[in-house]
């Protein structure tokens, strides 16, 4: 089993930017694809990134395309996600997790485990 802890989140205007970490322990980081979920209240959680175990593939939703990186650093076991020009709606509790494979997936019954969470909120 893997340990995943969120950070970096908080409070930001409109048009501003935030990078969420999430730090692994207890299973080969480099070996699997790492995912960025959200869900905001009343609402599904939905996916938002994803990164391959290399890092040399990754993919957005829609929505965050040109706006959002996912990234990782295997030497420190750490995956992020820099969200520039940020809206409201990208208001919610940002999950990090570990996928099944090497692979990333956009799919959330791909991924075995998760963090706690961590709360972005977007004011106008």
């Known amino acids: 089993q893997v340990q995943l802890v969120e950070s970096g989140g908080g409070l930001v205007q409109a048009g501003g930017s935030l990078r969420l970490s999430c730090a692994a322990s207890?299973?080969?980081?480099?070996?699997?694809?790492m995912g960025w979920f959200r869900q905001a209240p009343g609402k599904e959680r939905e996916f938002v990134a994803t990164i391959s175990y290399s890092g040399r593939v990754t993919d957005y939703v829609d929505s965050v395309k040109g706006r959002f990186t996912i990234s990782r650093d295997n030497a420190k076991n750490t995956v992020y996600l820099q969200m520039n020009s940020l809206k409201p709606e990208d208001t919610a509790v940002y999950y990090c997790a570990q996928a099944y494979s090497f692979r990333g997936s956009t799919k959330i019954n791909e991924y075995r485990d998760w963090g706690q969470g961590s709360q972005v909120t977007v004011s106008s």
């Open positions: 207890g299973r080969t980081f480099s070996d699997y694809g």
